[in-house]
């Protein structure tokens, strides 16, 4: 009877398997049976249900185990602790000499070294899942993954001889384990199709984001978030030859493969060979996988391939050929299309047939792949070498907290970087020995450094899928200049790291005061903890000099001032914690015996005001940018240690709004708070509240009349010439403000704009609200100049509207004010440049009153 019953369950074991892979796999090709499948391993047909992701680590754990083919590793965790894996497939002889084929791989990318490439395996990596919500490649991962390693045949024996293949089956896993806890806890049984039912409609914020509401998928250059700092290591541990990056898109759609749109939504430091040569071969693969299964499919159209930030971008900047997949979706189990029922197993079919596909391209043009990186290289150090742009040097002597964090990002990027060896100056810009470096172009990362600082204004199109800038240079505010031969500089020894945690000098003990300068980004970290210790702490509202270690020191706007007998706290408990700041902001913190300054006001003038701790709430929810609340929030996270009461609208009428300080509007529809909630905020402003909007927030508050600003009237005047119809979608799309950075000129006497001392400030912008200037003649904050555009697309007509129009503005309201963000302050987490507004706003909005008043205290 048992061997009845073991003959039976192998007979329904081989049976299941044999169906699935029907379904999903090319016809005519056997697989190990000692290989479990993963609907073997999950108990359940993939496509039933949306599969956790730990269940995913489990089964490629379980491949690992089972097969001497795969290898298992995690490269980091998220925000939430759920870990980042990679499965790697090899033949088990390419295993044995892993770290050697690694080593020499990287071989391309210099070429000073003599590399062998007949007999180099190609390195494909598989990337899936980068938004949470478009579930059906991580599925696809597990599958191909399967196949890979458990198909046999000389083919399959060939793939792994020559290839080295990663799959990284979860770019996203905190977004993908929210989409699938939704999407299996309102399945139906039978499934419901109808896009109407909530299976296929997300609460807020959504599966498409990480923890902190960010789009991964635009994170590749700037590295704001953890996963995607894990991720651009790994790869550089590797340069894979080709990348691949699987999305979904709407579920009426088919399926979408590279090439992109041709010419101007290209990255323009990218050869052309990669567009030309590259990406039509590998189509003819996807085409056929698709052909062979009757699936319907597009290239050439609206996805574009510019923005180093995509991670079917970032390859191509490195000699790889990134590669970008799209599937309609059913965004749940089964989903009506405006032709049939799409089903999440024919969505996941679809990823794996193209990832498939993929890998066969890679096997049979190998050696055309791993000369066209090595040949990538090569001309990148040629091209460097012929710039007239011989380096670039950036340096803020009175930010190093900024200045650090550009130099570890193009670090991170395997930017060459060195510290400037003498004092420079370079025209309006000095650049200090120990506080500055410089970047050459004379180097195989050569490209990367121009994404990094170039500015460019002229394109071959007018339409883009996204940003059409991305200088990071200007994101960072960082002062740089480009140089020539005619400029000498000398250098130190290359940096290898940099200490974003370098030990800051002594603190001599005092029974005066403690002063710490503002200028410095991580000011803002050290006083949060100070307020959050019951620390009382002023700031300097007019600039002064004092005595310090014997040598006179100039203080700036925003001077943070620690009075030692002013406390309810011992002087010793007030210097155990004043050195405890300085060490986790990383910062100076100097010490006076003396409230008389050298020159400017005293330090017991009114003018040095006490500063109150921020209690700060931010409303969410329906209708609300998540990214742009998930941007605060990380913003207030990561860099204060600040945490924030994220409040969802429909409890509005249930806050206690007197219990905080700070209320915060990101863009957004608040329509739902109704007459009542505008009423309540307006009150709480009027008794001194500071309200924070940005964007779109600020069209909702004039029009509700929430506050007394005016937004600028649209004087478009309509076109007469007669188009075709099918240009429609051009038209409208150049008209569109995608993204591009423009020069505003900042009052940096405002609290606004404490901390800065250049009143040029670089402002990201990727909207079109428009407000007239202030009344009060000093309430605005930065007004654009007169030639604004620095870097991006923007068509003239919207250049004009920008030309000297405001991008911060203060509105008073009684006893408190609004603060107007025209522009966003912390874009994608990486705009650090002008995070330190947002930080004045929520440290010094109480002290922001209708000037001359004046305020004592």
């Known amino acids: 009877m048992k061997k009845c019953l073991s003959l039976l369950a192998l007979v329904l074991y081989l049976f299941s398997a044999s169906a699935q892979n029907n379904y999903f796999f090319p016809a005519g090709v056997s697989f190990d049976p000692a290989i479990p499948s993963p609907e073997q391993f999950l108990g359940y047909p993939v496509g039933d249900w949306h599969t956790r992701h730990d269940r995913i680590v489990s089964y490629f754990q379980e491949l690992a185990r089972v097969s001497p083919k795969a290898h298992f590793q995690i490269i980091g965790y998220t925000n939430e602790r759920r870990p980042q894996v990679v499965l790697t497939i090899t033949s088990p002889e390419n295993y044995a000499r892993i770290e050697e084929i690694r080593k020499e791989h990287l071989k391309l990318a210099d070429p000073s070294q003599s590399v062998n490439i007949a007999n180099m395996p190609v390195i494909i990596t598989h990337g899936y899942n980068v938004h949470g919500n478009e579930p059906s490649s991580s599925e696809a991962a597990m599958l191909t993954a399967y196949y890979l390693i458990a198909s046999q045949g000389d083919e399959a024996t060939k793939t792994l001889k020559d290839a080295v293949i990663h799959i990284d089956p979860n770019y996203n896993p905190d977004g993908r384990d929210r989409h ?3 999407a299996n806890m309102h399945k139906g049984f039978p499934p419901v199709a109808d896009p109407m039912d909530r299976e296929h409609n997300e609460v807020w914020p959504g599966g498409r984001f990480n923890h902190y509401w960010f789009d991964l998928n635009r994170d590749w250059l700037p590295l704001a978030h953890v996963e995607s700092k894990n991720r651009v290591e790994f790869f550089h541990q590797w340069l894979p030859n080709v990348c691949t990056d699987y999305h979904e898109m709407g579920t009426n759609a088919t399926n979408f493969f590279e090439p992109t749109k041709p010419y101007g939504s290209e990255n323009p430091v990218v ?5 030309d040569q590259l990406n039509p071969l590998f189509a003819k693969y996807f085409s056929k996988a698709l052909d062979d299964i009757g699936s319907l499919y597009f290239s050439k159209e609206n996805f574009d391939n510019s923005y180093p930030g995509y991670g079917s971008t970032y390859p191509d900047i490195h000699g790889g050929l990134g590669l970008v997949f799209e599937q309609a979706s059913s965004r749940g189990h089964a989903q009506q299309s405006s032709t049939k029922v799409v089903t999440f197993a024919f969505t996941i079919r ?10 066969k391209a890679g096997v049979d043009n190998r050696e055309l792949l791993l000369k066209h990186q090595q040949d990538y290289f090569k001309s990148a150090l040629d091209e460097g070498k012929k710039s007239t742009i011989k380096a670039y040097v950036f340096g803020d002597s009175k930010d190093q907290s900024r200045t650090k964090a550009f130099a570890d990002l193009l670090l991170k990027h395997r930017i060459e970087t060195y510290p400037i060896g003498a004092d420079l100056t370079v025209g309006a810009n000095k650049y200090e020995k120990g506080k500055a470096f410089v970047v050459s172009t004379d180097q195989t990362q050569y490209r990367m450094v121009r994404s990094m600082f170039e500015k460019v204004t002229s394109f071959h199109d007018s339409v883009f899928y996204d940003a059409s800038t991305w200088t990071m240079a200007l994101a960072y505010g960082m002062p740089h200049d480009a140089v020539t031969a005619n400029t000498k500089i000398t250098k130190g020894e290359k940096v ?3 200490d974003l945690n370098s030990s800051p000098a002594p603190i001599v003990k005092t029974n005066y005061a403690y002063l710490i300068d503002w200028n410095e980004y991580s000011a803002s970290r050290a006083l949060y903890y100070l307020l959050s210790n019951n620390v009382f702490v002023k700031a300097a509202f007019k600039p002064f000099a004092a005595t310090v270690h014997g040598m006179k020191k100039n203080f700036g706007y925003g001077t943070l001032m620690i009075p030692v007998a002013d406390q309810n706290i011992s002087s010793e408990e007030l210097f155990t914690a004043v050195k405890e700041a300085s060490r986790t902001a990383g910062i100076d913190v100097y010490s006076v015996d003396t409230g008389f ?6 330090l017991g003038s009114g003018n040095i005001r006490t500063v109150e701790n921020p209690k700060v709430a931010m409303l969410i929810g329906d209708g609300v940018s998540a990214t742009e609340a998930g941007q605060i929030w990380y913003l207030l996270d990561s860099k204060l240690k600040m945490p924030i009461t994220k ?10 709004i007197t219990d905080y300080n700070t209320l915060i509007l990101v863009s957004g529809n608040y329509s739902m708070l109704g007459e009542s909630g505008v009423e309540k905020i307006k009150n709480w402003i009027n008794q001194g509240g500071t309200l924070i909007l940005q964007k779109s927030a600020i069209t909702w508050a004039i029009n509700n009349k929430l506050i007394n600003e005016q937004l600028t009237k649209s004087d478009d005047k309509k076109d007469a010439k007669r188009l075709d ?8 799309g150049s008209r569109a403000i995608g993204g591009s950075i423009y020069l505003g000129k900042l009052d940096i006497t405002h609290p606004l704009g404490f901390g800065f001392t250049n009143r040029d400030l670089p402002v990201y912008r990727n909207h079109t609200v428009f407000i007239e200037p202030s009344k009060n003649q000093f309430n605005t904050v930065i007004q654009y100049t007169p030639r604004p555009l620095l870097s991006g697309y923007i068509h003239p007509s919207n250049l004009e509207k920008i030309k000297n129009s405001v991008s911060l503005q203060v509105s008073n309201m009684g006893k408190g004010r609004a603060i107007l963000f025209v ?3 912390a874009f994608r987490g990486y705009w650090n440049g002008t995070n330190k507004l947002f930080f004045n706003a929520l440290f010094f909005g109480s002290h922001i009153s209708t000037p001359n008043m004046g305020e004592q205290e």
């Open 496 to 498: 290898k790291a940099v």
């Open 180 to 182: 699938s806890n939704w």
């Open 725 to 732: 119809y099918v240009t429609a979608g051009d038209y409208q």
């Open 597 to 602: 300054s050298l020159e400017g006001v005293d």
């Open 823 to 825: 522009d966003d302050p």
């Open 647 to 656: 409040v969802n609208t429909s409890q509005f009428n249930q806050l206690t």
């Open 271 to 275: 050869p052309r060979t990669n567009y």
């Open 350 to 359: 679809n990823h794996v047939r193209t990832s498939l596909a993929t890998v």
